[in-house]
């Protein structure tokens, strides 16, 4: 790697960093970008679980709000809803195959980046309802690529 590289590296991985150890990001005006990337992220404990893959590991909107998700890696992921059922992200993947074809624009009507292939962004989607809404990739789930997307 180059000296840029490296230097670009490290302030990615300061600007993701909290006092917890958790990366975590709050929305505002202009939506939040959930960066994928396997690599590069490395995983961490959170409330659900064990997350790795997505920077920030647990994103923080406002309702109202929108987000996407943006593949910085070299080879294609997913952003993918859990389902309302999960409270933690659970020990095997829940996500079939529909999780590769991009689908559905609110947090409460769930959702799919579809399968992003590198340098790709998902569709913007809105957080529509205050909750708790924990998503994967279907190609990594165990890796642990998780995260979680708190909207208050």
Same mark, same amino acid.
Not at 32 to 47: F, R
Not at 94 to 108: E, I, K, N, V
């Given at each position: 790697?180059?000296?840029?590289?490296?230097?670009?590296?490290?302030?990615?991985?300061?600007?993701?960093?909290? &006092?917890?150890? @958790? +990366?975590?990001?709050? !929305? !505002? #005006?202009?939506?939040?970008? %959930?960066?994928?990337?396997?690599? *590069? /992220?490395?995983?961490?404990?959170? +409330?659900?679980?064990?997350? !790795?893959?997505?920077?920030?590991? @647990?994103?923080?909107?406002?309702?109202?709000?929108?987000?996407?998700?943006?593949?910085?890696?070299?080879?294609?992921?997913?952003? /993918?809803?859990?389902?309302? =059922?999960?409270?933690?992200?659970? &020990?095997?993947?829940? *996500?079939? =195959?529909?999780?590769?074809?991009?689908?559905?624009?609110?947090?409460? !009507?769930?959702?799919?980046?579809?399968? *992003? =292939?590198?340098?790709?962004?998902?569709?913007? %989607?809105?957080?529509?309802? #205050?909750?708790?809404?924990?998503?994967?990739?279907?190609?990594?789930?165990?890796?642990?690529?998780?995260?979680?997307? %708190?909207?208050?």
């Amino acid at each position: 790697m180059t000296r840029q590289s490296w230097t670009t590296l490290a302030l990615m991985l300061l600007a993701a960093c909290t &006092a917890g150890g @958790i +990366p975590t990001s709050s !929305g !505002g #005006a202009g939506g939040v970008t %959930i960066d994928i990337n396997l690599t *590069l /992220s490395q995983p961490v404990q959170t +409330p659900y679980g064990l997350s !790795g893959g997505f920077t920030p590991a @647990i994103t923080t909107v406002p309702v109202g709000s929108q987000f996407h998700f943006t593949n910085t890696d070299s080879f294609a992921h997913t952003g /993918s809803y859990l389902g309302s =059922q999960f409270t933690q992200f659970p &020990a095997g993947s829940p *996500l079939g =195959q529909g999780a590769t074809h991009q689908s559905g624009a609110t947090l409460s !009507g769930g959702f799919t980046s579809g399968a *992003l =292939q590198p340098g790709t962004s998902s569709q913007t %989607i809105t957080a529509d309802r #205050a909750g708790t809404y924990l998503f994967g990739c279907f190609f990594h789930y165990g890796a642990p690529m998780r995260g979680a997307i %708190i909207a208050q």
